[in-house]
């Protein structure tokens, strides 16, 4: 076999190794235009796993690796005079050009054909008189962008600002440097690369940027291996606090923002990318050369395991590491996008910033911090709480004037179980109850129609008429005999989405064939392939605010203690929000200032009925997920002006406003949305979209993301997740109160097995997971030393 591979850089000369390495037949040449010794960047940064899989594919490189290595397992957040430590992490460093140097030597050793200085024919050229071509020619692919309708390359530059540069100050774990300029702040993202130095990433966004005045420095060309040298300096001057009187030292370091790389497909014909031509993730999670290094190993076990089909090998090779690598991609997006709009958590104190940033990506968590180092939870868990030892999931909450007993919140769903004339009955008695009588701090009834034409379906329950109240004061009744949880109601007019059969699970509702009536909007405009609605005059819009003021007098009548307004999700009043279904142009449309002036008045008139100390809550959707929809800024200044006319918290959602759009659904995905509307506007949230388990509800409430976290379909599937929730955190007391009925349930119960005898004369010493590199004096070699304290003040 034949293999050309384009770029010298890890990914090409790992690959050529481990391809050589198994069959020492192949023919294998490497093109690489730099020569050996010229390489840009510093240290590069490895997980224990990664180096998992490199000791088992070729051991002679690990051990050449291994002897270079600066080892740590500490993170410290530097911020606001203050480091908070985080142990058992586990990383390990080395010099880019050192590792570049072991690559070049092993796979000169097994008689791969290196070609420095040399620029490589173009990839369909080399495909022709090769079996296999490796496009590993980074981020700037030439190969990728010859062949970009067949890889269909998607760039995605984002916003901030940033330069690697490296430092003589000798760091001791991975260093987070938060400064609080007089410009804005400026992050730092830096580890040891050796006994000598160690990496020192700056980063700041836009403003932040142009503010300090490097936008002038930048403007300079400078042309390859130049640096930009008077940023350099100013850089130092404003981290000189944090560089301690050592030096920035640069190489090639010039002002870039960050392209986040995705391809449609890896593969065209005998031609693959790798490495950063195929993807890249942010530097914030980690190492790019990590993730190309993997991607040579894949590639390579691929080649092994499909000997004689190249397209098998190459398919199995992408269908087995795009997950993977789509897995760190959505991490890193969390993660860059969190220091894009790091000026909404900076303001919190120290202990909550550490945490919150430790958390960013979502993929380290509550648990798994506290897995690795239990002393720092515990020590960010006592300062969150003060005297209360509870987890912070089950921390009291006050809402307006309302205590909740818990931060959980049984979200509102539509059960499509009322009667005809809207009247509930058996259904929704047993769904509140059973997530009150499950534990939820507060119990949320869905889509309640103010009218009944601002029902989504006919089975939709209301509250337009005074004999719907019993029903309801059943259900209210019960709640508050029986269970400490606070009890609410969803106030809903449909909007152009009314009029629809009840839909099948996880499908939108299709028009009513029989018995509907005329929808309304903003604008005349028909969702989907529904009839259009009729655009409403003032007079008619004047009318539903009335009927919303009157279906919340009766929700008061009805004993509920709290109100939320449905001002999401496509219905009536989130379609006055949002600019692609509000195109009016009288005083009810046009700008933000106009749209939101139907859905203020609304509010208005509830909050003058709804009695002062009973909270009233506002549901938005944060973003439409659509060009040209609704921002988060847009989101923020809604949020803001809503609590300014009475709304005690926003129940943040997002999407359904229209129907193509593109929400990216994952994990707790609309946790930002609340987040910025906290920090931003000042006003209490809900977190609601992709929780499951506790896990992710603690983070969020800990890393004060949220006040409170929303369960929809987690809520569904368990009625007691709250109290299942308390008993797997081994958590009794307030917030996880057992109704009396129920209290026999509180053990978890016991499993199968057998105990097992304690065998073990003299149990092992518990690991160190405060390892810090402190280089010995006389050479590379490391000891391990403990750190501080968890949680430690500098």
């Given at each position: 076999m034949r293999i050309a591979v384009i770029g010298g850089g890890p990914a090409g000369l790992y690959f050529a190794a481990l391809a050589k390495q198994l069959d020492p037949a192949r023919e294998i040449t490497v093109w690489e235009r730099n020569a050996p010794d010229d390489t840009f960047g510093f240290g590069v940064v490895f997980s224990d796993e990664t180096l998992d899989g490199v000791t088992g594919a070729d051991p002679a490189v690990f051990a050449a690796m291994e002897s270079e290595f600066a080892r740590w397992s500490d993170i410290d957040i530097d911020y606001r005079g203050r480091v908070q430590t985080s142990g058992g992490h586990g990383f390990a460093a080395i010099s880019r050009k050192r590792l570049l140097q072991i690559l070049q030597q092993r796979c000169a050793a097994l008689d791969v054909d290196l070609r420095f200085s040399t620029q490589a024919p173009p990839a369909d050229q080399l495909a022709r008189d090769h079996d296999l071509v490796i496009a590993a020619d980074g981020v700037n692919s030439a190969t990728r962008a010859k062949h970009a309708d067949v890889f269909g390359p998607s760039l995605d530059q984002r916003e901030?600002?940033?330069?690697?540069?490296?430092?003589?100050?000798?760091?001791?774990?991975?260093?987070?440097?938060?400064?609080?300029?007089?410009?804005?702040?400026?992050?730092?993202?830096?580890?040891?690369?050796?006994?000598?130095?160690?990496?020192?990433?700056?980063?700041?966004?836009?403003?932040?940027?142009?503010?300090?005045?490097?936008?002038?420095?930048?403007?300079?060309?400078?042309?390859?291996?130049?640096?930009?040298?008077?940023?350099?300096?100013?850089?130092?001057?404003?981290?000189?606090?944090?560089?301690?009187?050592?030096?920035?030292?640069?190489?090639?370091s010039k002002w870039v923002r960050f392209t986040t790389v995705r391809n449609r497909t890896w593969r065209h014909g005998n031609i693959v990318l790798l490495g950063d031509a195929a993807h890249t993730a942010h530097f914030s999670i980690g190492s790019g050369t990590k993730l190309a290094m993997e991607d040579a190993l894949a590639l390579a076990a691929g080649l092994e395991a499909e000997p004689h089909d190249l397209p098998a090998a190459l398919e199995r090779y992408e269908s087995e590491r795009r997950p993977v690598v789509e897995s760190t991609q959505r991490a890193a997006q969390a993660s860059l996008e969190w220091f894009e709009t790091i000026e909404h958590a900076v303001g919190q104190e120290p202990e909550q910033f550490a945490f919150n940033l430790l958390t960013r990506s979502r993929r380290v968590t509550h648990d798994n911090l506290r897995v690795r180092d239990r002393a720092y939870v515990g020590g960010i868990e006592r300062w969150f709480g003060g005297r209360d030892t509870a987890p912070p999931l089950f921390q009291p909450y006050r809402l307006g004037g309302l205590e909740l007993r818990n931060r959980v919140v049984a979200a509102p769903v539509a059960t499509y179980s009322a009667g005809s004339d809207g009247t509930v009955g058996d259904t929704e008695l047993v769904h509140l109850g059973g997530a009150a009588f499950g534990g939820a701090g507060l119990v949320l009834a869905g889509a309640t129609a103010v009218s009944p034409t601002g029902r989504i379906t006919p089975a939709c329950p209301g509250l337009w008429d005074d004999r719907q109240i019993p029903g309801w004061r059943r259900i209210t009744d019960l709640v508050h005999a029986h269970t400490g949880a606070a009890a609410g109601i969803q106030l809903n007019h449909s909007g152009r989405r009314g009029s629809t059969e009840v839909p099948a699970p996880g499908a939108p509702g299709t028009p009513l064939t029989a018995d509907g009536w005329q929808t309304v909007a903003p604008s005349a405009i028909a969702w989907a392939d529904h009839p259009a609605p009729h655009a409403l005059t003032e007079d008619q819009l004047g009318a539903i605010a009335g009927e919303f003021a009157d279906a919340a007098r009766r929700a008061d009548t009805a004993g509920f203690d709290v109100l939320e307004l449905q001002a999401g999700h496509g219905y009536l009043l989130s379609s006055f929000l949002s600019p692609l279904t509000n195109h009016r142009t009288d005083p009810y449309g046009g700008d933000l200032t106009g749209r939101l002036r139907f859905p203020l008045h609304v509010l208005d008139r509830v909050r003058a009925v709804w009695p002062a100390h009973k909270p009233l809550i506002v549901r938005i959707s944060a973003g439409d997920w659509a060009e040209g929809g609704t921002t988060v800024e847009d989101a923020v200044a809604v949020s803001a002006a809503l609590h300014t006319h009475g709304a005690d918290a926003i129940d943040v959602s997002s999407g359904e406003v229209v129907p193509w759009e593109r929400p990216a659904y994952g994990r707790t995905y609309q946790t930002p949305f609340a987040a910025r509307i906290r920090a931003e506007a000042g006003v209490p949230v809900i977190a609601v979209g992709g929780y499951s388990g506790y896990d992710d509800a603690n983070t969020t409430i800990l890393a004060g993301r949220s006040d409170l976290v929303g369960l929809g379909r987690a809520q569904l599937h368990d009625p007691a997740w709250t109290l299942h929730a308390a008993a797997a955190l081994d958590h009794r007391g307030p917030g996880a109160d057992w109704p009396r009925v129920l209290s026999a349930g509180r053990e978890r119960p016991r499993t199968g097995g057998r105990e097992r005898p304690a065998l073990v004369l003299r149990p092992a010493p518990a690991p160190d997971i405060h390892q810090r590199w402190r280089p010995a004096q006389a050479g590379r070699e490391a000891q391990a030393a403990p750190a501080a304290p968890s949680g430690r003040t500098v």
């Open positions: 901030c600002r940033f330069m690697w540069l490296a430092t003589d100050r000798v760091l001791e774990a991975f260093t987070f440097i938060v400064a609080e300029t007089e410009y804005g702040p400026v992050q730092v993202h830096a580890y040891p690369f050796s006994s000598e130095r160690s990496t020192f990433i700056v980063e700041m966004t836009e403003r932040t940027w142009r503010a300090a005045g490097f936008e002038e420095f930048a403007a300079t060309e400078y042309p390859p291996g130049q640096s930009d040298t008077r940023s350099v300096d100013r850089c130092a001057e404003l981290l000189g606090a944090h560089l301690q009187g050592h030096r920035l030292l640069a190489n090639n």
